[in-house]
């Protein structure tokens, strides 16, 4: 079993950065792949970064974050990060990371653990 517990959500103007943090406890981090989606209000959850372990990091991301959105994770310290810049109001959403043992998948049914959410709001 895995727990992860989302934090760094908050209100930011458009324009500015906010960094978002999974800690993830029950299990050895480094066996499983990590994802973060975001859900807005009348939306479905959508793929947003992924990161896997398998000797050296791999890396996806969807196309309306790249460049803007960094994925990354410190397996010593159990946690996975999502730096956001250059946050846009169509950003705004409840961010939750996920874990799983199928590689970065950005099918949501994909993976096997997740957190309870994060509210990222970006006004204009």
């Known amino acids: 079993q895995v727990q992860l517990v989302e934090s760094g959500g908050g209100l930011v103007q458009a324009g500015g950065s906010l960094r978002l943090s999974c800690a993830a406890s029950?299990?050895?981090?480094?066996?499983?792949?990590m994802g973060w989606f975001r859900q807005a209000p009348g939306k479905e959850r959508e793929f947003v970064a992924g990161v896997n372990w398998l000797g050296s990091i791999t890396t996806v991301y969807a196309d309306s974050v790249k460049g803007r959105f960094t994925i990354s994770r410190d397996n010593a310290r159990n946690t996975m990060y999502l730096q956001m810049n250059s946050l846009k109001a169509e950003d705004t959403a409840v961010y939750y990371c996920a874990a799983g043992y199928r590689g970065v998948q950005q099918a949501p049914g994909r993976y096997d653990y997740w957190g309870q959410g994060t509210q990222v709001t970006v006004s204009s």
């Open positions: 029950g299990r050895t981090f480094s066996e499983y792949s």
